[in-house]
């Protein structure tokens, strides 16, 4: 019977690029995937005739340029548009646009605030510092502390030297920053509510955390480090939606002769004399192989598709305590004409970006107090892009895709379970936020696409829905994830390794958790590493 050289459980992105990489290093590589199609939280679906959704993951920034290129995704049909503006509408009527061009952004700071148009060089300088520090750290594995091994005393080495490289006073502010709430950190820069909450959605976005919460100033730090063109900071479309992130990655896998199989759930991982030797399907079918990868989140993998009485107790428990917290929720929207919002100029670029309604710290920190309380947000943050005013390959001529990304939807609604009654509450939290801002906004819909944590875990097996696989909290970054002496994508099981988002450096489409896994795998084969590119400094 054969055996594969690797098996890979689950055919999301991160999934695929370490498939892609094991493939090109000259293995026999497998994708099992449970759904009847890959991508995981990175799908296009057609749901309603002519209408393409970017179910889950939306836009594009984080992903890899590194791994564009070694992977040849370009190549295989991957293009991404620019973002060229945005807005946060004020309930006043009025509105705060974001441009991409750096003087218009300051002109219309300087519409509600001159103090804070000066201040915005200042802000955008102090970010920059800080993703100077962690973005290398982002394409290498995290050091174990406790080792003596050189790999491991020579990345805390690295460490020591870049944070050695900071002033006294570089080095005091960037560990203030690692721990400090973002509205903290906004008020030292900011006065106006709008242009706060402006920058702060980028702190609470996938976070089961308010604005007030320590940890969030962090969070901001990760949705900036992407890239689109070697912009850095921008954000963009895939055109075809998210799926053509990993359609492509698919294409570039087989075009290098790797096997994906769909509609293939895993039942659980074999394990024989403490190592992995294959997987178990839900039907019983036993598929072989010399190593298995889980791209699924760290509890999925440790508590669902393992055996107990194959971990550690200290590892079992502390994957037990790993903090995965669902608090989002996503609501698609077929449209059949693009929605009016009375406060823009007519053919603005903001429409051609990320729109909000949230426009104060406050309303922000309220809908995060509605999530402790164990119900979905009265008044929620939405995320808002129309994606077919670039992309107009995702709709009909003249229609358009909407999609809203919502914070905050808890787990479970009072402790309970999701009904279909509250997921039709939960969108009707949503449509009428947006009725709000754009008369006649509900006579334009032909379909929508309502999913709370209960359906994102459903489909996607994120678990609670929490669409970073963990908190990207500062005792669950680096070293400490997924648990602390399990950072290098190995695990107590032989031959098993992890490649998901529980991993270093967390979630969001990036795919370096999927390099940086099938680097350390490839390095325990003692196979070459060569065509994989190092992180390159763009900032």
């Given amino acids: 019977m054969k055996a594969w050289d690797a098996i890979i459980i689950g055919g999301g992105h991160n999934g695929l690029v370490n498939a892609c990489y094991l493939q090109r ?16 939280a990175a799908t296009s679906r057609e749901l309603t005739p002519g209408f393409l959704y970017s179910n889950c993951s939306y836009v594009c920034s984080l992903f890899r340029p590194e791994i564009m290129r070694d992977l040849e995704l370009p190549h295989f049909g991957l293009q991404v548009i620019s973002y060229e503006g945005g807005a946060v509408f004020t309930r006043d009527g009025d509105y705060l646009a974001n441009y991409r061009d750096h003087d218009a952004h300051r002109r219309e700071f300087a519409r509600f605030s001159k103090r804070d148009a000066e201040a915005y060089d200042r802000y955008a300088r102090d970010v920059t510092r800080q993703c100077r520090f962690i973005q290398p750290l982002l394409m290498r594995t995290a050091p174990d502390p406790t080792s003596l ?46 242009i706060k909450a402006n920058f702060a959605l980028s702190g609470i976005i996938g976070t089961a955390l308010g604005p007030m919460s320590p940890g969030t100033a962090y969070v901001l730090l990760h949705h900036y480090m992407g890239e689109v063109d070697g912009s850095v900071g921008a954000w963009g ?9 990993t359609k492509a990655l698919a294409a570039s896998f087989k075009a290098s002769g790797g096997t994906i199989r769909t509609g293939a759930e895993v039942d659980h991982v074999l394990v024989q004399r403490g190592k992995a030797r294959g997987v178990v399907l839900a039907g019983g079918e036993e598929i072989y192989g010399k190593l298995v990868v889980s791209n699924a989140d760290v509890k999925r993998t440790f508590l669902n598709l393992v055996e107990e009485k194959e971990l550690p107790d200290i590892f079992l428990r502390r994957v037990k305590n790993f903090k995965i917290r ?61 994606p077919t005013t670039l992309d107009p390959t995702m709709a009909p001529p003249g229609k358009h895709f909407m999609s809203c990304f919502v914070q905050y939807a808890p787990p479970k609604i009072g402790g309970r379970e999701w009904t279909d009654a509250d997921r039709d509450g939960f969108a009707e939290s949503v ?32 678990t609670e829905g929490n669409i970073f696989q963990g908190e990207l909290t500062f005792d669950q970054l680096l070293f400490n994830r997924p648990v602390p002496g399990y950072a290098q994508y190995r695990s107590p099981v032989g031959g098993l390794y992890m490649c998901g988002s529980s991993t270093h450096p967390g979630g969001g489409v990036m795919g370096a958790p999927g390099r940086n896994a099938a680097a350390e795998i490839l390095r325990d084969l003692a196979k070459s590493t060569s065509h994989m590119s190092p992180a390159h400094d763009v900032i």
């Fill in 149 to 194: 091994r050189p790999r491991d005393l020579g990345e805390l080495l690295y460490l020591g030297k870049k944070f050695a490289g900071l002033s006294a006073e570089e080095m005091a502010l960037t560990l203030r920053f690692w721990t400090m709430s973002i509205s903290e950190f906004l008020d030292e820069y900011f006065e106006t509510d709008v």
């Fill in 326 to 386: 669902g608090s989002s929720g996503k609501v698609n929207i077929a449209l059949d004409s693009l929605p009016e919002f009375p406060a823009l100029p007519k053919d603005s670029p903001v429409y051609r970006g990320d729109m909000h309604f949230t426009d104060s710290m406050e309303r922000m920190e309220r809908a995060y107090d509605d999530w402790k309380a164990g119900r979905w947000s009265a008044d929620p943050f939405l995320d808002m892009v129309i």
């Fill in 25 to 40: 290093a000259g293995l026999d590589v497998l994708v099992v995937e449970k759904n009847d199609w890959v991508g995981g």
């Fill in 237 to 245: 479309y895939a055109r075809g939606g998210m799926g053509a992130v």
């Fill in 431 to 462: 449509i009428s936020q947006i009725a709000e801002y754009s008369p006649g906004f509900r006579g334009r819909i032909v379909h929508m696409e309502v999913r709370t944590p209960r359906e994102i875990e459903a489909e996607v097996g994120l």
